[in-house]
C-alpha cells in the first residue's frame, strides 16, 4: 500500500494538474491505472487573496492549517501544497501541522542541480518572486537567480490572476513570457522556474527560450515517489 497524499490546494488550475500529474504518472510506479490515495481540500481564492493582499501570511497559514487538519482527519500521510506563493506561510504553519509537508521550492531546487543548472531565471506572481522563498532555497545549494525587472514582474502578475487561474489561455501570454525569458537568458541564466503552478499550462521546454522547472508536475512527481518510498518495507 502506497501512502495517503493531501493536498493542500488554492487555485484550482494548478491543484488540477498537480492532482492529474499524480494520477496518470502514478502507472509508472505502481501499474496500468494505478496511484496513491490522494485527498485533497482547497478554501475558495478568494478567502486566500484577502489575506494575500495584505501580506497577512499568518491569516494565510491558517487557511493551510484548517485544510491540513482535514486532510489529516481524511487519513493523509503528508501534505503538499501546488500553489508556490502561499508558501510563504508555511513558517505559521509547520510548527502547529498535524502532517509533514513537501516543500515545493526544495524539490524544484534539487531537480535544478541534478539538471546542472547554475543561474535560474525566476517566473511567478509579484509576491512570489519578491519574496524569499526560492532565493533561500536555491542558494542553500549555491544556485544564482535572477528576478523580472518591475514592469515584468507587473505583466506576469496581471496574466496570472485575470487569465491563467481563470482557465483562459492567450498566445499573447506566451509571447510576454517569451519575452521575458529571453532576456533573463541574455543575462546569463540557463533554466527558469515556472513558479506559479499554472505558468505550465502554459509554456514548457517546447516554446521557452530556457529549458523549464515545471513547480507543478516536480512536486506531482516528488509526491508520488515519497508515496511509494515510504510504504516500501
Known amino acids: 500500500m502506497s501512502r495517503h497524499i493531501g493536498v493542500v490546494a488554492c487555485s484550482a488550475e494548478g491543484a488540477a494538474l498537480c492532482y492529474r500529474t499524480i494520477c496518470l504518472e502514478g502507472s509508472r510506479l505502481l ?3 494505478d496511484h ?3 485527498s ?3 478554501h475558495s481564492l478568494a478567502r486566500y487573496m484577502k489575506h494575500v ?3 497577512d501570511w499568518a491569516g494565510v497559514g491558517e487557511l493551510m492549517l484548517s485544510s491540513a487538519h482535514k486532510l489529516a482527519a481524511c487519513g493523509a500521510d ?3 501544497c501546488p500553489d508556490n506563493t502561499i508558501h510563504q506561510a508555511l513558517p ?3 510548527p502547529r501541522s498535524p502532517l509533514p509537508w513537501l516543500h515545493i521550492a526544495d524539490v524544484v531546487a534539487d531537480r535544478a542541480i541534478e539538471r546542472g543548472f547554475t543561474r535560474l531565471a525566476l517566473t511567478g506572481t509579484r509576491s512570489l518572486v519578491d519574496s524569499d522563498i526560492y532565493p533561500r532555497k536555491l542558494q542553500a545549494r549555491g544556485l544564482e537567480w535572477l528576478r523580472p525587472n518591475e514592469s515584468e514582474r507587473e505583466a506576469i502578475d496581471r496574466i496570472i490572476f485575470d487569465e491563467l487561474v481563470n482557465g483562459v489561455f492567450r498566445p ?3 509571447s510576454c513570457f517569451q519575452r521575458v525569458i529571453a532576456r533573463m537568458k541574455q543575462e546569463g541564466c540557463d533554466g527558469v522556474v515556472l513558479g506559479c503552478t499554472e505558468i505550465p499550462l502554459i509554456m514548457n521546454d517546447g516554446n521557452s527560450p530556457l529549458p523549464t522547472l ?3 508536475r516536480l512536486l506531482a512527481r516528488a509526491a508520488l515517489q515519497r508515496a511509494v518510498r515510504d510504504s516500501e518495507p
Open 53 to 55: 493582499g495584505c501580506g
Open 40 to 42: 485533497m481540500h482547497t
Open 172 to 174: 499573447e501570454a506566451v
Open 36 to 38: 496513491p490515495e490522494i
Open 92 to 94: 505559521h504553519v509547520e
Open 31 to 33: 501499474g496500468a491505472h
Open 78 to 80: 503528508f501534505l503538499i
Open 214 to 216: 515545471d513547480s507543478t
